[in-house]
């Protein structure tokens, strides 16, 4: 068996340069690498490109990164729920790429499944189309346009899964799976961090998402805040 265990976070992100393009599992704040991307922050790189469904919020998950000057390219499909992207979106500071959401979470399966390319009907006629490829197909009796879209390739995959075996394997909780099983099979080297690391064979095979032929490091974080990012309470009626 290939141990792909590190000790800790500074192990587990090194190599990870200023100027590269990472690709970030979650959805709103499930299920996204809190110790990594605290680690980032630490770190101090630069100039990085982010690729994730959205962005954080102020003051948690990529939010931290933004606070700090650390992303200078953002690609996602949401960004609403946080003020500094905004600025500095509006201010010409942050490069930003909107992609329909089933589109990025398709470029970065197209990215681990080895396929340059993908062709998708999302977009056509709009702003996202501007400057692409496109071509027309026929498909279940039905012409129509469809865009060219380029597979993700990022420098690192980084990856939040709920347990994980030192040969890599690792399985998702619940809504956390959203897009952390997509961002680890596209990168180039993906990082995984897990709220339990077991040894080899305690995890079941039949309920393993993520094998580990994916997974090049994977450690195990030491706290989780697990922050929900709208809280809506209902007042009892008296």
Known sequence: MIDKSVSNLEEALEGIQDGM???VGGFGLCGI?????RGLLDKKVTGLTCISNNAGV???????LLEHRQIKKM????VG???????????GELE???IPQGTLATRLMAGGYGLPVIYT????????AEGKESRRFTFHGVEKEYLMEYAFEPDFALVKAWKGDRAGNVVYRGTARNFNHAVAICGKKTIVEVEELVEPGELDPNF??????FVSRIFQGEFYEKRIEQRTVKTRAS
């Open 58 to 64: 102020d003051d948690f998950g990529l939010g931290l």
């Open 208 to 213: 393993i998402h993520t094998p580990g032929v």
């Open 75 to 78: 690609i996602a499909s949401y």
């Open 96 to 98: 930003v790429e909107l």
């Open 21 to 23: 393009t990472l690709a």
């Open 81 to 91: 729920e946080n003020a500094a992207f905004e600025r500095q979106m509006l201010s």
């Open 33 to 37: 690498p809190e110790n990594l991307i």
């Open 121 to 128: 009907p999302a977009g056509v006629g709009t702003e996202v």
